[in-house]
Nanobody, 123 residues
């Protein structure tokens, strides 16, 4: 059974940086496209970024472009989200998701989802 475990969240001041990690286990990591979603208090869950199984293709929400970088290390079965120039509106629970066929899709299209890690950006 595929399991995903996020880490790296925390409290940071506006303008700061964080790197989130998503550890993958229970399957062949190289077979899965991966993505990050987030959900802020009182808001709908939203797509942040996605990466293909090889890492050769990446996709970003407009809110993440130019500030966030998604990457993966297939040797370590881990995906990352480097977040720079953080803003208070980036405050949310960040979730990693995985699927063998979905590259970029809605939350419900990904077969596997982690429990999330809290990111809080203070002004």
């Amino acid at each position: 059974q595929v399991q995903l475990a996020e880490s790296g969240g925390g409290l940071v001041q506006a303008g700061g940086s964080l790197r989130l990690s998503c550890a993958f286990s229970g399957g062949n990591f190289r077979s899965y496209a991966m993505a990050w979603f987030r959900q802020a208090p009182g808001k709908e869950r939203e797509f942040v970024a996605a990466i293909s199984w090889s890492g050769g293709s990446t996709y970003y929400a407009d809110s993440a472009k130019g500030r966030f970088t998604i990457s993966r290390d297939n040797a370590k079965n881990t995906m990352y989200l480097q977040m720079n120039s953080l803003k208070p509106e980036d405050t949310a629970i960040y979730y990693c998701v995985a699927d063998e066929t979905t590259k970029v899709g809605a939350w419900t299209e990904y077969a596997y989802r982690g429990q999330g890690t809290q990111v809080t950006v203070s002004s």
